[in-house]
């Protein structure tokens, strides 16, 4: 059974310093992995999404990394904001309609 | 990418009482997911709902405690029912892109059980 793990659980910056969020899952044949954000109270934000084939993906100060051998992929967040405190989940498809396995997350805070 | 509408937003309810959630997709899609994230937990999928067919249910989730219906593939309701105070959680729908490879989720629903 596939299990997702995210390390740390909670991070506090101070703005301007860059993010490292760390993701591990235990069964290496997946279809794809995505990242997420959640504010409080509130639905999931679509990230990033790395495909099983793919390194890794970029979108402006976001870039996530993908090495499915080892079962890890890792977020980076550069010169972060305030804006961007919010939880930061990963999640794991292994291919069966689009269902995904969550880790339970990183809750972020930067403080201005 | 697909633009999910869930209703309500929130609620609070009395415990024993049952609450349908609403979740309308801005495209057809053919499989829709309810997933529920308890306080200070992560998501944990409830079932796939196919149009035309009987929702699919993980293991520890109940036709009889969350029945789902799929009437078109735009559109879903989960309920939940005979609820408790352990039923308070942020019910959440969700959806493939067209191709089937990106996840897509509605604003959630919070409810409270009183």
């Known amino acids: 059974k596939q299990e997702v793990t995210q390390i740390p659980a909670a991070l506090s910056v101070p703005e301007g310093e860059n993010l490292v969020l760390n993701c591990s899952f235990t069964?290496?044949?997946?279809?794809?992995l995505q990242w997420f954000r959640q504010d409080p109270g509130k639905g999931l934000t679509s990230l990033l999404l790395?495909?099983?084939?793919?390194r890794e993906q970029t979108s402006g100060r976001l870039n996530a990394s993908l090495d499915k051998s080892s079962g890890r992929s890792t977020l980076y967040i550069a010169a972060s904001q305030p804006g961007d405190s919010a939880t930061y989940l990963c999640?794991?498809?292994?291919?069966?309609?689009?269902?995904?396995?969550f880790g339970a997350g990183t809750q972020v805070v930067v403080t201005p | 990418s697909a633009v999910i509408s869930q209703k309500p937003s929130r609620d609070i309810c009395q415990r024993g009482t049952s609450l349908t959630i609403q979740c309308q997709v801005d495209?057809?899609?053919?499989?829709m997911f309810w997933y529920r994230q308890q306080p200070g937990q992560s998501l944990t999928l409830i079932a796939t709902?196919?149009?035309?067919?009987?929702?699919?249910?993980e293991s520890g989730f109940v036709i009889d405690k969350f029945p789902i219906s799929r009437p078109n593939l735009t559109f879903s309701t989960l309920t939940v029912s005979n609820m408790s105070p352990e039923d308070s959680s942020i019910y959440l729908c969700?959806?493939?892109?067209?191709?089937?490879?990106?996840?897509?989720f509605g604003q959630g629903t919070r409810l409270t059980v009183v």
């Open positions: 969700s959806v493939a892109s067209f191709d089937d490879t990106e996840a897509f």
């Open positions: 709902a196919n149009q035309g067919s009987e929702a699919t249910y």
């Open positions: 069964d290496s044949a997946i279809y794809n």
């Open positions: 790395i495909q099983s084939s793919q």
């Open positions: 495209s057809q899609v053919t499989m």
């Open positions: 999640a794991v498809r292994q291919g069966s309609w689009g269902k995904l396995q």
